[in-house]
């Protein structure tokens, strides 16, 4: 009996073994490997777009460098003058005319509706505007939603309210970047010692990971480990 426990009790830790760090590894490898492939993909494009260029603009050509590698100097050119164009007021009403159109197309307007949405969630990501992590209870007393503190309710709605109200941002899952504006009495609100940053993971996978999980923990100990050297 005693020895089928030991054996049992081997075999559990041998799978905790392997599930903690098979995990760990996919957390740290997964997003270089990504990274790595979209580069490349990129790159790949960026080189083929030279063929879309008239032959007395390929600059490549003209100086007579491979056109391999130099396509990223076409994107860097392309995305300055088309940054320089869409700032303006004139390019504004352009870029909002054409996005306009874009939208009306049946089912092309979901797919750049949600790329659009993807690429604000990857360079505008609002989590800087965050300045603190709370539980509330939401959306009824006795069910608890994390909600970003983004600042004190100001003016009449303060004004108008018997207590400090503060206002938050409740995060959808597993797309964070929506989500509901409340205004929350202070007093309601429960004040957590979670990072945003952490807290965007919790609510990204669903509460698979959080900030005391060995998988997580493990990833934060590498890149602190990588850093400091």
Known sequence: MTATLEK???WQRLKHFLRVNLVAGFLFLAPIVVTVFILRVLLNWADNAWRLVPDALRIPEKLGIPETGTGILLVFIVLLVTGILVRNYVGKAVAR????AILKLPGVNRFYAATNQLFISVFKSPAKEFKQVVLIE???????????????AVGEIQRKTREKVLNVFVPTTPNPTSGFYLMVPQEDTIKLDLSVEDAFKILISGGILNPESPELNHTKNLKTDTSSN
């Open 8 to 10: 049992r009790t081997r």
């Open 97 to 100: 005319a054409i996005e306009k």
């Open 138 to 152: 939401y959306p009824r007393p006795g069910l608890y939603a994390l909600a970003f503190v983004t600042g004190i």
